[in-house]
Nanobody, 123 residues
Framework: QVQLVESGGGLVQAGGSLRLSCAAS????????MGWFRQAPGKEREFVTA???????YYADSVKGRFTISRDNAKNTVYLQMNSLRPEDTAIYYC?????????????????WGQGTQVTVSS
C-alpha cells in the first residue's frame, strides 16, 4: 500500500507561481516513478510530468520550460514547481506513483493516486 498526500494548490493570477508537494508513505518501494497528471472539467486526464528514482525527468510539451519536477527521496516527497502559470493550466492536479518508467505518460501505468488538488489560474 502507498498513500499519497498532496498540498500546495490554490488560486493565482496568470504569470504567477505555485509549488505543489506530494508526500508518499507506506510501501515506498512502489514509488520508483512519481508523476503529476491534471484534469480540467469536460476534458481527459492528461500527463504533466514525471520523475524516476534517480532523478530522470519527463515533461509534457505544454509545460516544458515552465514547470519543474523534483523529488527528495529521503523525505519520500515529490515537488512540482509551476511558474508562468496560464489560465489553461487550471485543473485538478493528481499525484501518482508507479514502479516503472516504461510508458511514463500513461495513467494506467500508475498504481497509486493522491486525492487531487485544485489549481486555478485567473486571467
Amino acid at each position: 500500500q502507498v498513500q499519497l498526500v498532496e498540498s500546495g494548490g490554490g488560486l493565482v493570477q496568470a504569470g504567477g507561481s505555485l509549488r505543489l508537494s506530494c508526500a508518499a508513505s507506506g510501501r515506498t518501494f512502489s514509488t520508483f516513478l512519481m508523476g503529476w497528471f491534471r484534469q480540467a472539467p469536460g476534458k481527459e486526464r492528461e500527463f504533466v510530468t514525471a520523475i524516476n528514482w534517480s532523478g530522470g525527468t519527463y515533461y509534457a510539451d505544454s509545460v516544458k520550460g515552465r514547470f519543474t519536477i523534483s523529488r527528495d527521496n529521503a523525505k519520500n516527497t515529490v515537488y512540482l514547481q509551476m511558474n508562468s502559470l496560464r489560465p489553461e493550466d487550471t485543473a485538478i492536479y493528481y499525484c501518482a506513483a508507479g514502479s516503472s518508467s516504461l510508458y511514463y505518460n500513461r495513467s494506467e501505468k500508475y498504481g497509486y493516486w493522491g486525492q487531487g488538488t485544485q489549481v486555478t489560474v485567473s486571467s
